[in-house]
Nanobody
């Protein structure tokens, strides 16, 4: 069984920064891409960022482009989401996800096989 565990969420003022981590453990699997999604109260889960495990190509939602940076540490099987210039509208539960093989596209939740439990990020104005 694969486990994804997020950490690093919390409360921060607008304009501040946070770094989220997502560590994978358990059964080993071949990773195609790792991603971050978020879900605000009353809204659907939305794509934030993704990174291909081999090659390191990155993808971002327009709403976070230029403010968030996704990276990975292959040796630690961990992906990070560095968030700068946070805004109140970034407030959400952030989920990391892992995918074994390409199916529909890295920005689609349907692409991913494994999900973490989520970590709360709250940005105060």
């Amino acid at each position: 069984q694969v486990q994804l565990v997020e950490s690093g969420g919390g409360l921060v003022q607008a304009g501040g920064s946070l770094r989220l981590s997502c560590a994978a453990s358990g059964r080993t699997f071949s990773t195609y891409v790792r991603g971050w999604f978020r879900q605000a109260p009353g809204k659907e889960r939305e794509f934030v960022a993704a990174i291909r495990w081999k090659g390191g190509s990155t993808y971002y939602a327009d709403s976070v482009k230029g403010r968030f940076a996704i990276s990975r540490d292959n040796a630690k099987n961990t992906v990070y989401l560095q968030m700068y210039s946070l805004k109140p509208e970034d407030t959400a539960v952030y989920y990391c996800a892992a995918d074994r093989d390409f199916r529909v596209g890295v920005s689609s939740a349907d692409e991913y096989d494994y999900w973490g439990q989520g970590t709360q990020v709250t940005v105060s104005s």
